[in-house]
């Protein structure tokens, strides 16, 4: 298909045009179904786009830190805890180390115990947080030094929880991507059937255009340009109330986690624009594929 | 123009035309006649190449139809003008666009102006009937808007399938003269017709060759028409 059928096709001739008649339920068909999709991929491309600003987002603040966890008796912990921080002055890699007041650590644990929670009389373990610097720590070594040093410390370099979530998150937003591939694939399917539906229930047109000597071309362009144009404005619809659903999702706070930083961000918004474009695209391809197959079973 | 040598035609296990060789030469003008059932519509259709022979070599403008590619066919049905018995209109759309179908589908759409179409319209008596839809015309108007149909592009052929079949007298000898008016252009002009009075009218008018197909074969009409 070269460019000149394309632009011939996308070129609208109001009379070559109403060789097919202009309505039926293959018209209502694949404006719905446009709609629909375009309205689902905001959606996906909303989730997956949020997913990989959280990947990236857990990937970034928390490689760069790690949690030292004393746990000793109460008259220890001071003494402990000192000596940890003087470990940790002394090792390479560490840019710098502070031991968490009560108040911080109170406010971590608020989340599971309330507000009420008398904190002072708990065995609560001190900890300390440590800023990695460049070159990156030596986890290893330092586990072996605080092992002599300071009996009760456990290092938490973030590893063990972090490439978890970053791994959801990635797998989260290639599932996305799918989902999307799969609403273009369900998108060309439900075309491809609308308008073969439309091609067949239309035989005596095409065998009257035959008649008088129209090509192929011709008549496949009419049925293509038709079936592009539904499934553009069909998907334009879907787009804007998609995005008017976005819009009204929560803003994204702490308290609600993940699921309040699902929206669009920044030129995320322009994205959206593409997708009644992609629908155009796959009913155009759709269209084209039914019209010529079915062209030649009618021939 | 067109030529049939030694052409049959089967269907469903049936032969209909069985060895048939007929010459359509330029400026001639042909009654093709017989039975209903007999094969004139299939004899028609093998002309305009809506069916290919099953045997027998079939050419139209020099050309062996059975090699042509579905392009190829299509330029070549612009060179035949054909008005079938059911007219076939597109009933969606007026008689104007209807009549201009094929100055649409061959890229010339611009040249289908409204005052053009209103001359070639009153030329067969519709010209007061451009916006009208199909259905809300009587049979003898479907049949002369086919008759415009026909002859938009000019075509070197006209084939005209019992064009006369469903209306009156008077309205047959209306279409008649068009036909024969058309031949006078110049156009080759076949009429497929089971009415014998129409060809005996035509006598008066045209210089034509009867054609009879009986049994399967296209013989030359004698004068017991």
């Not at chain 2, 099953?54 to 060179?79: I, P």
């Not at chain 2, 054909?82 to 969606?92: G, K, S, Y």
């Not at chain 2, 061959?106 to 916006?131: I, N």
Request: hydrophobic share 50%; net charge neutral.
């Amino acid at each position: 298909m070269n460019k000149e059928i394309i632009q011939n096709l996308l070129q609208r001739d109001a009379r070559a045009d109403r060789v097919v008649p202009p309505t039926g339920y293959t018209a209502h068909l694949t404006l719905f179904v446009s709609g629909a999709m375009a309205f689902l991929a905001v959606f996906v491309l909303a989730l997956s786009l949020a997913s990989g600003r959280l990947a990236d987002r857990w990937a970034t603040e928390l490689a760069g830190a790690a949690t030292l966890r004393i746990n000793a008796p109460a008259d220890q912990l001071a003494a402990q805890t000192e000596a940890a921080l003087t470990v940790l002055s002394q090792t390479p890699g560490v840019a710098s180390a502070r031991a968490l007041t009560t108040e911080e650590q109170a406010a971590l644990l608020l989340p599971w115990f309330g507000p009420d929670l008398p904190l002072d009389t708990l065995p609560i373990p001190q900890l300390i947080e440590i800023i990695e610097g460049d070159p990156g720590l030596d986890t290893a070594g330092l586990r072996l030094r605080l092992g002599a040093e300071v009996p009760g410390a456990v290092l938490d370099d973030h590893t063990r929880w972090r490439e978890p979530l970053v791994d959801a998150a990635m797998s989260l937003r290639r599932l996305g991507w799918v989902s999307i591939l799969l609403i273009g694939g369900a998108t060309a399917a439900m075309v491809t059937l609308a308008a073969n539906a439309s091609l067949a229930a239309n035989a005596q047109i095409i065998e009257v255009l035959r008649l008088v000597g129209a090509r192929d071309s011709f008549i496949a362009r009419a049925f293509v340009r038709r079936f592009t144009y539904r499934a553009f404005f069909g998907a334009v619809v879907g787009v804007l109330l998609g995005m008017t659903g976005v819009l009204l999702l929560p803003e994204a706070s702490d308290e609600g986690g993940f699921l309040t930083g699902l929206g669009l961000r920044g030129v995320g918004w322009l994205l959206p624009a593409l997708i009644p474009l992609l629908g155009a695209a796959v009913a155009f391809l759709a269209t084209w594929t039914a019209a010529s197959r079915k062209l030649k079973e009618l021939s | 123009m067109i030529e049939l040598e030694n052409v049959s035609y089967t269907y469903g296990g049936g032969e209909l035309l069985s060895d048939v060789s007929l010459q359509l030469q330029s400026g001639s003008f042909h009654f093709l006649t017989g039975p209903s059932g007999a094969g004139k519509t299939t004899l028609l259709k093998l002309c305009y190449g809506a069916l290919l022979p099953t045997s027998g070599r079939l050419s139209a403008f020099g050309e062996n139809v059975a090699g042509l590619d579905r392009d190829q066919m299509a330029l070549l049905r612009r060179r035949i003008g054909v008005v079938h018995q059911d007219c076939r209109f597109l009933d969606h759309m007026t008689v104007a666009e209807n009549v201009s179908l094929p100055l649409m589908v061959s890229g010339q759409a611009e040249a289908a102006k409204r005052e053009d179409l209103s001359e070639l319209l009153s030329w067969v008596g519709l010209g007061s009937r451009l916006d009208a839809l199909p259905p809300e015309l009587s049979g003898g108007e479907r049949q002369r808007a086919a008759v415009a149909r026909a002859v938009i592009l000019s075509p070197d052929v006209v084939l005209a399938d019992e064009p006369t079949g469903n209306v009156d007298w008077e309205m047959s000898q209306r279409l008649l003269r068009l036909l024969v008016e058309l031949n006078r252009m110049g156009k080759t002009v076949l009429i497929a017709t089971h009415d014998l009075s129409l060809i005996r009218a035509a006598k008066s008018h045209v210089q034509a060759r009867v054609l009879r197909i009986s049994q399967r074969q296209v013989q030359l009409a004698g004068a017991d028409l």
